[in-house]
């Protein structure tokens, strides 16, 4: 039983150490990839691996090169490649015009090219009839030159993967598809295509490969071909080959008589490596054997804890002997659960334990059976697969024949195909060291030097680092490839028991000593941490390190081995995934939320020293115009622009400041500390003349001109915390905007008492939807030429229960902000509809009438249905209808309003430009309008008897309105003197006092009766 753990901890410590990738710091070799092309290239986690990136490997010498391996498509790799923005991929297909643009090395291989066609496919293909037929290749492969330029086809479908190629052939997207048969038969294996697809055309093309290199780099061309040439002389090339391809190419046994002699090497190199390894069996050796045997176990313990492969040991009736750690994890039982029972009655279901139980006479026949999957169930009754690989191992060491089965847990595997080859290889891998390890253990040798040799080489090439101290002696030992990034020759416990602490980061020294001596007196055996070591550059690097203590009879620390993994990589992804948590990606600046701690803060430490402090709130204004005009990446350009020159003008100031960005456009501004609150007021306006300065945007080679608005607050006096100042300085920044934007405003308690009556009144608002509150006031509209009531129009009034009516002026701009505006502006037209269909019962029916629309509500999604229905609810004629808006509102998303106004306009209802000549709309806009009418506003009416300029622009209104088929609407007037002026200059319609101010429906139901006021 012991001699078999030994066997088995011993074959896991080979398979860990040769699976490591060797670093190297030397020159930088770009290697690029396809990353679809299994098994020659392919990407699983962001990670790259395939037979190719194997091959590179093994030919660049981690002592002289740092091989950087990247992927893409074989389209941007290929263009890569000829500009030199890399400098080696492959193997490729030699190609005459591929010679042109790179340099080759020297054939490797070859390549068949074939055409495969679905089994069902019954037509005839030939290179003669090809064009005929709906041919599929992968873009920018060899296969496409070969089809345009030898084959002369030029109506072909290309495809980015293999693998797309094959599943357009299933769907019967294309009749054949020309492809590598050594690629073509690795997916028909790997995928079960075998029974689906099959080859019609063989070795049209057979073509050799070799690594292309970028012209930039020639000298490269002479390294590959010589340590080629080495790879394929001790046969290492070829059983890369094999573990690859000979599973699915039918060349591979072209090259069987170079194996033959590989073999003969291999063997030679087996029985020397041999020698070192019974060491562990040998009994009765001196001393010194025995203690480096015990070392050499203890380590190997510590790495096959970290195995990630199942091992087993079983007896042919399939009792378990041993039972790894991994297997633990794996199955949720304990070691002492199993041994001694059978596999089949733990881990197997029911239905199939027959059907395994024939699989261990098949292993006890064959003696080996690989490539096994199966399903297991857990301790959790959770299923979980493997794959197995077994092999029936006799030894004179062995009481018995046993199995040893290796696993990897590929449940995962099976939700995600794309894994599968990763795990073949590990598991073949794992089995063919454990073969090679049993092989050698039946081989006897006395050279322990040769064996301490070959450890040493096995460990100093693994990318880590390994130490081994030795507390009693004081003497430490590092191996891998890592150790050589650190200055490890400058400690020596002998002379300095503590100099390796100086390749630590001081900043990591305390806790570490803390953790280790903690780990001491607990006796802990195993001690994790991360930590920052000084590299021979001066640079720090972070690194985990994990550690095995082995103590004495009296608890106290005898030996230390550990593993330093280099943690650079993911600390820095960690750092900045930490970054995006609390910075903008856009312009670098602390986002919200780092802002809204920095002012906890800072509110805290004002309160206890009594300093004051303010924040800026800034919020560019109609920065929206910019995205919709220019685009977002303008938009975007224009942010980080502005916000690096106000950045630049804040490092100028003394005072102690903070700037960050908080919204989409808003940015904001702690300025700590200061001596006056004037101070703000500075910084305020130089902050509006960075904004008023042309601001200069590459992408549309021209500068742009803004405004904006800010808000500012003070603390500790307007807030006990960050919230209340937030909400206090957002006050003021809508008070800003409101006094028509490019302005400032510092809050004062006078607005936190309107922003309540400002709630105070949406929450009414919502209660008088529900409760029918609003009424409707109508004011006549009168033609001047004959002086009879024309239209109404529509006003609504709010009589608020106990308060009495609400004026417009001061519910109006609330229902805007909330957007009840919407609803409430349902509410009219209906009320309006209903009214003037009631009036038509009573005779009433030459009336209009005019209802005002929001342009929050004129934008809003299926308005047009909305009037639709409710005009056939009340069964009204469209044409007595006319909707007043304001220019702006009609300009504003000027293809959504063209577009409503169109459909409305065909119904028959009218529009009419409401306060013409406030707004600052293009003429160009309203041109192009569908609409019948403006209405000028009651500001030029009110100056016509004193103001030349008045009367000049009521003149000018008129005779523009006039020339484009308008109708105009005077609106405010109240004395005789202002009527006879609107007659003498051609108005069409009037409104005001002088006739009758609003008034409820019933009294404006009498004058539309006499169809005349008095006056």
């Given at each position: 039983m ?5 066997v088995i901890?011993?074959?896991i410590?080979?398979?860990l150490?040769?699976?490591q990738?060797?670093?190297?710091y ?5 290697f690029?990839v ?5 098994p020659f290239?392919y990407?699983?986690n ?14 660049f010498?981690?002592?002289?090169y740092?091989?950087s ?6 389209e941007?790799v290929?263009?890569?490649l000829v500009?030199?923005e890399?400098?080696?991929?492959g ?10 643009g ?5 054939p490797?291989?070859?390549?068949h090219?074939?055409?495969?066609t ?5 037509k005839?293909?030939t290179?003669?009839?090809?064009a005929?037929f709906k041919?599929?290749?992968m ?7 070969l089809l345009?330029?030898r084959l ?7 495809f980015?993967?293999i ?7 299933l ?15 690795y997916f028909l294996?790997k995928?079960?295509y075998?029974?689906q697809?099959e080859?019609?055309?063989k070795d049209i ?6 690594f292309?290199i970028?012209?930039k780099?020639?000298?490269l061309v002479?390294y ?6 080495e790879?394929?002389?001790n046969?290492?090339?070829d059983?890369?080959y094999?573990?690859y391809f000979s599973?699915?190419?039918p060349?591979y046994?072209?090259k069987k008589?170079r194996?033959?002699v ?5 063997i030679?190199f087996?029985i020397?490596f041999?020698?070192?390894i019974t060491?562990f ?8 054997l025995?203690?480096?045997k015990?070392?050499?176990e203890?380590y190997?313990?510590?790495l ?12 042919l009736?399939g ?5 790894n ?13 199993v041994i ?10 029911e ?5 395994i139980e024939?699989l261990?006479?098949?292993i006890a ?11 297991i169930?857990?301790k ?10 077994n092999v ?6 062995l ?7 290796t696993?990897?847990?590929?449940t ?5 195909q794309?894994?599968l080859?990763e795990?073949?290889?590990e ?6 060291e ?9 081989k006897?040798?006395?050279?322990l030097k ?15 680092c ?5 507390v ?12 050589d990034y650190?200055?490890?020759d400058k400690?020596?416990p ?12 001081p900043?990591?020294?305390k ?5 280790i001596?903690?780990a001491f007196e607990l ?6 941490y ?8 001066g ?9 095995k203590?082995?103590?004495d009879?009296r608890?106290?620390?005898?030996k230390?081995?550990?593993i330093?993994?280099?943690y650079?990589a993911?600390k820095?992804?960690?750092d900045?995934?930490?970054?995006l948590?609390y910075y ?8 919200r939320k780092?802002?809204?701690?920095k ?9 206890q020293t ?7 709130l ?6 929206k115009?910019i995205?919709d005009l220019?685009?977002?990446?303008v938009g ?16 100028g100031?003394?005072v102690?400041n903070y700037f960050?960005?908080?919204g989409?456009?808003?940015f904001?501004i702690i300025l ?7 101070f703000?007021?500075?910084v305020?306006?130089e902050i509006?003349k960075?904004?008023?300065n042309?601001i200069?945007l590459?992408?549309?080679?021209r500068?742009l001109?803004?405004?904006?608005s800010m808000g500012?607050s003070?603390?500790p006096?307007?807030?006990r915390d960050?919230?209340e100042?937030?909400r206090?300085?957002?006050?003021a ?7 028509g934007?490019?302005?400032f405003?510092?809050f004062?308690?006078?607005l936190l008492?309107?922003?309540?009556n400002?709630i105070?009144?949406?929450k009414?608002?919502r209660?008088?939807?529900?409760n029918?509150?609003f009424?409707l ?6 033609n001047?030429?004959?002086m ?12 608020l229960?106990?308060?009495?009516m609400?004026?417009?002026l ?13 609803r409430i ?7 309006a509809?209903?009214d ?5 019962r ?5 009336i209009h ?5 929001s342009a ?5 999604k299926?308005?047009?249905n909305t009037v ?6 009340y069964?009204v ?9 304001t220019e702006?509102?009609a300009?504003?998303?000027?293809d959504?309003?063209?577009k409503i ?6 119904m028959g ?8 000549g406030?707004?600052y ?5 309203l041109?192009k309008?569908?609409?019948s009418?403006?209405k ?5 009416i009110s ?15 008129i005779?523009?309105a006039?020339?484009?088929g308008?109708?105009?609407?005077a609106?405010?007037i109240e ?8 007659k ?10 002088l006739f009758s ?8 139901e009498?004058?539309l009766?006499q169809?005349?006021?008095?006056m």
């Open positions: 012991k001699r078999t753990l030994k901890i011993i074959s410590l080979l398979f150490f040769t699976s990738v060797a670093y190297c030397h020159k930088t070799i770009k690029q396809d990353k679809q092309y299994p290239s990407v699983i962001g990670r790259v691996y395939g037979f190719s990136v194997d091959l590179a490997n093994l030919i010498e981690p002592d002289k740092f091989l391996v990247s992927s893409d498509t074989w941007n290929y263009k890569r500009s030199g890399i400098d080696i991929t193997p490729i297909v030699i190609l005459e015009e591929r010679k042109k790179v340099y080759f090395t020297d490797i291989f070859t390549r090219v074939g055409i495969y679905r089994k069902d496919f019954n005839d293909i290179l003669n009839n090809l005929s041919i599929g290749v873009k920018s492969d060899y296969t496409e030159t345009k330029e002369k086809i030029k109506n072909y479908l290309t980015q993967t693998e797309d190629e094959f599943v357009a052939l769907e019967g997207k294309v009749d054949a598809v020309i492809i590598s048969q050594e690629i073509a038969n294996v995928n079960n075998a029974d697809v080859i019609k055309l093309f057979i073509l050799e490969s070799g292309g970028s012209k780099h020639p000298e002479d590959v071909n010589t340590r080629l040439k790879l394929i002389k046969g290492i090339f059983q890369l094999y573990n599973t699915y190419s060349y046994y072209e008589n194996e033959v590989f073999s003969i090497l291999y030679l087996i020397i041999a020698s070192s060491i069996v040998m009994r009765g050796i001196n001393k010194r025995q203690q480096g015990e070392a050499y203890k190997a313990e510590l096959a804890s970290n195995a990630n492969v199942i091992v087993l040991t079983l007896n009736k009792e378990i002997i041993y039972f750690r991994f297997a633990e994890e794996v199955t949720g039982y304990k070691r002492e659960e001694g029972k059978r596999w089949v009655d733990i881990f197997i279901p239905h199939k334990r027959e059907y024939k261990f006479s098949e026949e064959k003696k080996v059976l690989n490539n096994f999957e199966n399903e169930i857990t959790t009754g959770d299923v979980c697969w493997i794959i197995w690989n029936v191992v006799e030894s004179p060491y009481n018995e024949p046993l199995i040893i089965s696993g990897l847990d590929i995962p595997i099976k939700k995600n794309r894994l080859e795990s073949y290889e598991l073949e891998e794992t089995n063919q454990l073969v090679n390890t049993l092989e050698i253990l039946n006897q040798t006395e050279l040769e064996e301490e040799e070959r450890y040493k080489f096995i460990v100093e090439n693994i990318s880590d390994i130490w081994e101290f030795d009693a002696e004081k003497r430490i030992e590092f191996y891998g490839n890592l150790k650190f200055e490890t400690i020596n002998k002379i300095d028991y503590y100099a390796w602490l100086e390749l630590y980061h900043d990591d020294i806790a570490l000593m803390e953790k001596q903690r006796r802990d055996e195993k001690i994790e991360e930590a920052r070591i000084k590299d021979k550059n640079n720090y690097k972070w690194v985990s390190v994990h550690i203590v082995f103590y009879n608890g106290k620390p005898e230390l081995i550990g330093n993994i280099d650079s993911k820095e992804y960690e900045r995934i930490k970054y948590a903008d990606d856009l312009t670098n600046l602390p986002n780092l802002f809204e701690n002012l906890s803060e800072l509110i805290k430490k004002a309160a009594g300093k004051i402090g303010a924040v800026i800034i919020d560019i204004d109609n920065f115009d995205n220019y685009g977002h990446e975007d350009e224009y942010l980080r622009t502005i916000s690096q020159k106000i950045a630049e003008y804040l490092k100031l003394e102690q960050s960005r908080v989409g456009d808003e904001a700590n500390g200061l001596e006056k609150k004037d703000v007021i500075e305020c306006t509006q960075i904004f008023e042309e200069f590459e992408k549309i080679e500068g001109y803004t405004t904006v500012i003070f603390y006096e307007d807030g960050s919230k100042i937030l206090n300085v957002d006050m920044l809508s008070l800003a905007k409101e006094n934007k490019n302005d405003q510092i004062m308690p006078f008492l309107k922003n309540l400002k105070e009144i949406e009414n608002l209660k008088a939807i529900e029918d509150e009424v006031y109508y004011q006549p509209v009168v001047l030429e004959n009879e009531i024309h239209s109404v129009e529509a006003l609504i009034r709010w009589f229960p106990q308060k009495g609400v004026s417009p001061e519910f109006i701009p609330v229902a805007e902000e909330s957007g009840l505006i919407v502006g349902e509410v009219v037209i209906e009320k509809l209903r003037l269909r009631d009036w038509e009573k005779g009433i029916n030459d009438i005019a209802i005002n629309l929050r509500q004129f934008k809003t299926y308005f047009e639709a229905k409710l005009l056939e609810k069964s004629d469209p044409v007595k209808v006319s909707f007043e808006i702006t509102g300009v504003e998303n000027f959504v309003s063209l106004l169109g459909f409305l306009c065909q209802i009218k529009f009419l430009i409401d306060d013409f406030t707004g709309s293009s003429l160009i806009y041109r309008l569908p609409i009418g403006v000028i506003d009651k500001s030029f100056e016509l008897m004193f103001s030349k300029e008045s009367r000049a622009i009521v003149e000018g209104i005779l523009m006039h020339k484009l308008l109708k105009v609407v609106e405010g004395n005789k003197k202002e009527l006879e002026i609107l003498e200059i051609g108005c069409d319609f009037g409104q005001g006092y101010k609003p008034i409820p429906k019933e009294e404006v009498k004058l009766l169809k005349k006021v008095l």
